[in-house]
């Protein structure tokens, strides 16, 4: 499930804003984003090691409502807001590429009814059915992975060093953090019900790297650093460039693009599930059920309520302080919290 969440996100947005935020050296930016990524999973990891079988909503209710408000909240309000981001953003990205006839409103819609479906079936129902998304698309993604190297041009590589950081400022590159912050989340939310390895994990996330990097580098090497930033969705073009004569479909694009739209879906499932088990804590008499019908109806009232792609760009950028606040907070409270229970017991 972590790299399937992380793959939706990935190939999409995550080009652009990279080779936006700098003229070369893009490895530089790439390689910031994973080590701010690994340095507060293992945090997450190392934090929620020591309550086994708990899951963050029962952690931080232990320690009292204020770490609630001051932790949940934020969290709960990050979630709604992605999953508006999301289902905005991949629909107006399904209108560009290859449905430019079907309304907005339709698609937002099948990109919420899925979901809305398997989150009122619970977190077993969604993992059983990202297990069998696995088996059905990773193969195909991996394969056309391998063959977009087709058109590259190595000479577009160089120069390889930049010795200007400003990158990190520019709103481009905090945007890219959508694709880093919010995916491994769903690891605290999901135990007892779910248990996992801290070292799968890892290996998890060791198999995710590369698509970061390939998912910048596959359009740079294939149209060079100017031509790849007029694009919104690079790799996407880039795919688009592959000629295959021997294979049974003409475009790999729309294949990729449906295995890729497969993957935001279950992040959809997992967002929409884990913001309604919030409010459930809070309000236990409403069923699960009614809270993500509920949810499902807000998120897609406020999509339709943003008119075009430059309003999506903008809800980026005002997401970015939840993004960080929760990239950073919970993480660091989760291992607080841990380190100070420890103290307790001894």
């Known amino acids: 499930m972590y790299i399937l969440t992380h793959l939706g996100l990935i190939f999409f947005l995550y080009p652009a804003n990279i080779i936006e935020s700098t003229d070369q050296g893009h490895w530089i930016p790439i390689s910031l984003g994973i080590i701010i990524h690994i340095a507060f999973v293992l945090l997450y990891l190392k934090g929620l090691s020591f309550f086994p079988g708990r899951n963050i909503i029962t952690i931080y209710s232990s320690f009292g409502k204020v770490y609630l408000i001051l932790f949940l909240l934020p969290v709960f309000l990050y979630f709604i807001s ?8 991949y629909s107006e990205i399904l209108t560009i590429i290859f449905l430019a006839n079907t309304p907005l409103w339709a698609l937002m819609a099948l990109l919420l009814f899925i979901p809305l479906f398997l989150s009122i079936q619970g977190v077993q129902a969604i993992f059983r059915t990202g297990i069998l998304v696995s088996f059905l698309f990773l193969p195909f993604l991996l394969f056309v992975l391998i063959v977009s190297f087709q058109n590259v041009d190595v000479s577009y590589l160089y120069p390889i060093w930049n010795n200007d950081f400003s990158f990190i400022t520019k709103q481009s590159y905090i945007n890219s953090f959508f694709a880093i912050s919010g995916g491994f989340l769903f690891l605290g939310f999901v135990q007892p019900e779910i248990s996992f390895q801290r070292k799968k994990i890892v290996i998890a996330f060791a198999a995710v790297i590369p698509a970061f990097i390939l998912s910048v580098y596959i359009p740079l090497l294939t149209f060079g650093k100017a031509t790849a930033e007029t694009f919104v ?13 021997w294979i049974m479909f003409d475009r790999a694009t729309v294949f990729f693009l449906l295995s890729l739209i497969t993957f935001i879906m279950l992040f959809i499932t997992l967002v929409l599930w884990k ?14 059920g009614y809270i993500v019908a509920a949810l499902t109806i807000v998120i897609y009232i406020a999509c339709l309520l943003i008119p075009n792609w430059q309003q999506v760009q903008m809800l980026f950028k005002w997401n970015s302080v939840l993004r960080f606040y929760v990239l950073f907070t919970v993480p660091l409270s989760i291992c607080f919290l841990g380190h100070l229970s420890k103290k307790k017991v001894y």
């Open 275 to 288: 913001a309604s088990i919030i409010i459930h804590h809070s309000f236990p008499s409403i069923k699960t």
């Open 82 to 89: 992605a999953a508006i981001i999301i289902v905005r953003a």
């Open 233 to 245: 969705f690079p790799f996407v073009l880039a795919l688009d460039t592959i000629a295959l004569s």
